[in-house]
């Protein structure tokens, strides 16, 4: 049952065209749906999609990676196989579940934001006190801070 799932996932994607979203799998144990969509690029992104008060939103998770092993729950260099992305969605709705009495994800992610910005001005501030530059790898800091926090519990924003 489970390849028929990938193997349906895989002729999904293969068949996209344009810019239109497909549902790889719905009704995801906590809710919300895993979709995709080929980019101008020819690269597929991943998303979850999910409501919240009667508001449909997509939570963009990543590009697909067609070469990842088929059972590998951690997305590869390149991007996330099928049970990755399942897994991550799985995180996600969790998350999403955790916070729908105080404004579900899209309200975490915002105070994650409001955190990370604080942290980064207080590091700027302390490197300009110092006479140094502002640090490099700020987004990739931040995008890394998004994926361990919400892989534990919490929630990022982006961009």
């Not at 979709?35 to 508001?55: C, E, H, P």
């Not at 390149?78 to 992305?85: E, H, T």
């Not at 897994?87 to 409001?114: I, N, S, W, Y």
């Amino acid at each position: 049952m489970a390849k028929d799932l990938l193997s349906a996932a895989a002729a999904a994607i293969q068949s996209l065209d344009g810019s239109a979203f497909v549902t790889l799998h719905s009704l995801l144990d906590r809710g919300g749906a895993l979709q995709a969509r080929k980019l101008a690029n020819g690269a597929v992104q991943l998303y979850w999609r999910y409501s919240f008060a009667g508001k449909t939103s997509r939570e963009p998770i990543g590009i697909y990676d067609p070469t990842a092993p088929p059972k590998k729950l951690q997305p590869t260099v390149r991007g996330y196989g099928i049970v990755a992305v399942l897994e991550k969605c799985r995180a996600l709705a969790e998350v999403h579940v955790e916070l729908a009495d105080t404004g579900e994800l899209q309200e975490a992610k915002a105070k994650t934001r409001k955190a990370f910005l604080a942290k980064k001005s207080e590091v700027t501030e302390k490197s300009t006190r110092a006479g140094s530059s502002q640090p490099r790898g700020c987004a990739r800091d931040f995008s890394e801070a998004c994926n361990s926090s919400v892989a534990v519990g919490g929630s990022c924003a982006s961009g």
